[in-house]
Nanobody, 116 residues
């Protein structure tokens, strides 16, 4: 079992920044992929960024150059640094964790609202 808890969301102005955190606990070890997904009202849940256990990262084109995914292994925490935020970034952001051959675990989500 893996438990994920997101934090760091909130209301920011366009052009502002936020850093989201995802704290993981439970059976974490071994090879894995962790990621950030987002879901806006009336839309499907889409991938934003992923990071693998070996440190490789992938960022969706919609946020490339603005968002950075990183991790702190000592804290079992993955971060999403969000800069130059736009209104279209408004969504609930979810953290995920998956290991080979296993189910995907999801956090409860954290709301990010970008508005003047």
């Amino acid at each position: 079992q893996v438990q994920l808890m997101e934090s760091g969301g909130g209301l920011v102005q366009p052009g502002g920044s936020l850093r989201l955190s995802c704290a993981a606990s439970g059976s974490i070890g071994g090879r894995y992929v962790m990621g950030w997904y987002r879901q806006a009202p009336g839309k499907q849940r889409d991938m934003v960024a992923t990071i693998t256990s070996d440190g490789g990262t992938n960022v969706d084109d919609s946020v490339k150059g603005r968002f950075t995914i990183s991790r702190d292994n000592a804290k079992n925490t993955v971060y999403l640094q969000m800069n130059s935020l736009k209104p279209e970034d408004t969504a609930v952001y979810y953290c995920s964790h998956v290991r080979p051959g296993a189910r995907t675990y999801w956090g409860q989500g954290t709301q990010v609202t970008v508005s003047s």
